[in-house]
């Protein structure tokens, strides 16, 4: 089984490459499953109901979310009835939505995708450690793909996590900052991970934003409002490929043979 996941898609240039190049890449690496991050999708801050279905429509099968799922407005009536958009599973009990979902892949694997956020540096949320165990316990047992994205500012944060996961998920990513890392690897228990998976979207600014208003705020300190740059537009993803020999991890999860990141421009 091979998997697509997206980092963080920013603002219109991140939509226009996913819509440039997602096709060619499902063809060419043979892919059975597309997940993304949207968080990020409308204007660099949320996503529209509009946004999601757009994306839906290119052929991501799950999206996921973080601490700007929120953002608009107009996607607290939405959520509840769209399942495959996912926010963090360790937010409020009482927010709309929900953070996992079990579907089944084109091949038809059944596959899960659960959302966490971290705690370091970004508003206080339920344990994501202990929301893990208990929303892993909710996925059937036949369920022979689970990814987790860990939505988190801190490398040791997203690290840890991973480690506490290894052989209990096929694959945890790491989103929000925007900036991939080069640490991807399968870890012992058959567990793939990469602390940053980076960003979809324009890289001549900073994580995204045109650079000139957030220079300014460095060095004035005063409010400002940050726009969407709009050069250099890269999208960053991970290839993961699991071994579809009947190998399993202590959960009976499939193990992964490999993940690979790949980073594309705009055509």
Do not use: C
Request: no cysteine; charged share 25%; net charge negative.
């Amino acid at each position: 089984m091979r998997i697509l996941f997206i980092g963080d898609i920013v603002g219109s240039p991140g939509r226009h490459i996913v819509q440039e190049r997602l096709g060619d890449i499902v063809e060419n690496h043979q892919i059975d499953l597309v997940i993304a991050n949207g968080e990020n999708s409308a204007s660099g801050f949320g996503i529209t109901p509009k946004i999601a279905e757009e994306l839906f429509g290119l052929g991501i099968e799950v999206l996921t979310g973080g601490n700007h799922s929120w953002d608009r407005k107009e996607i607290l009536e939405y959520m509840p009835h769209q399942p495959r958009l996912l926010r963090p599973a360790n937010f409020a009990p009482a927010n709309p939505g929900s953070g996992l979902f079990v579907g089944e892949s084109n091949n038809g694997l059944q596959f899960a995708v659960l959302n966490l956020q971290g705690r370091v540096f970004l508003p206080s949320n339920d344990d994501p450690f202990k929301r893990a165990d208990e929303e892993l316990a909710k996925i059937p047992s036949g369920v022979a793909f689970v990814l987790v994205d860990f939505h988190a500012e801190t490398t040791s944060e997203k690290i840890a996590l991973g480690w506490y996961l290894d052989g209990r998920v096929t694959a945890v990513v790491g989103t929000h900052t925007h900036v991939a890392t080069a640490d991807e690897r399968v870890l012992p228990k058959g567990t793939a991970y990469i602390t940053d998976v980076g960003m979809t979207g324009p890289h001549d600014g900073v994580i995204g934003m045109d650079r000139y208003g957030i220079v300014k705020k460095f060095l004035d300190g005063l409010p400002a409002r940050f726009e969407v740059a709009t050069g250099d537009i890269q999208m960053n993803a991970v290839l993961i490929e699991t071994n579809d020999s009947g190998t399993r991890n202590e959960a009976g999860r499939l193990r992964a043979k490999q993940i690979e990141r790949l980073r594309l421009l705009i055509d």
